[in-house]
């Protein structure tokens, strides 16, 4: 069965940490996997697309890595701001084509303390 | 990446109603996707709506209960029907700009409470 796991499910940091946030998944088979970022009550804010082939991706403070092997993508998230307060979700594809269909963690709820 | 429009961001409905969700679109689409995503939980995919024919449901999911409409490449509605308490959940509706190397977009969510 394909299952995609967040860890931690919540994280309280000071203002200013670097942290990691990590998704581990069943099927190495992945087509591509994707962070996103949900305010409370809101819809969701794609945050990086890794391809099966890309190792990482970067976007300004955030950085992702992707390590297929494993089972295993990290987002690391440099100088924290109270503004990063939010869940962050990752999502795993394994087929491209028309079975499109997206395997999801629970998400890393995040809240940085000014 | 593709822009969506989604409406309302909120509502409040009595029991027994039905309310429809709308997802526009800034370009042309040949999938969408909605899902529900109850409190606490993480998104689950209702249905995929391919324009010119009709929806398809995932296991759990039945038209009746969510049909979809899917008029053009740039439009569709999810409707929630017979609305009960445990229909209480935010729904989304969802793109795949794969091609484009942009990955999927989001809406921004109606949240949905029945009392």
């Known amino acids: 069965k394909q299952e995609v796991t967040q860890i931690p499910a919540a994280l309280s940091v000071p203002e200013g940490e670097n942290l990691v946030l990590n998704c581990s998944f069943t099927?190495?088979?992945?087509?591509?996997l994707q962070w996103f970022r949900q305010d409370p009550g809101k819809g969701l804010t794609s945050l990086l697309l890794?391809?099966?082939s890309q190792r990482e991706q970067t976007s300004g403070r955030l950085n992702a890595s992707l390590d297929k092997s494993s089972g295993r993508s990290t987002l690391y998230i440099a100088a924290s701001q109270p503004g990063d307060s939010a869940t962050y979700l990752c999502?795993?594809?394994?087929?491209?084509?028309?079975?499109?269909?997206?395997?999801w963690g629970l998400g890393t709820s995040l809240a940085v303390n000014p | 990446s593709a822009v969506i429009s989604q409406k309302p961001s909120r509502d409040i409905c009595q029991r027994g109603t039905s309310l429809t969700i709308q997802c526009q679109v800034d370009s042309q689409v040949t999938m969408m996707f909605w899902y529900r995503q109850q409190p606490g939980q993480s998104l689950t995919l209702i249905a995929t709506a391919n324009q010119g024919s009709e929806a398809t449901y995932e296991s759990g999911f039945v038209i009746d209960k969510f049909p979809i409409s899917r008029p053009n490449l740039t439009f569709s509605t999810l409707t929630v029907s017979n609305m009960s308490p445990e229909d209480s959940s935010i729904y989304l509706c969802?793109?795949?700009?794969?091609?484009?190397?942009?990955?999927?977009?989001f809406g921004s969510g109606t949240r949905l409470t029945v009392v």
């Open positions: 969802s793109v795949d700009t794969i091609h484009a190397n942009y990955g999927y977009t």
């Open positions: 890794i391809q099966s």
């Open positions: 099927d190495s088979a992945i087509y591509n």
């Open positions: 999502a795993v594809r394994y087929n491209a084509g028309n079975n499109r269909k997206l395997i």
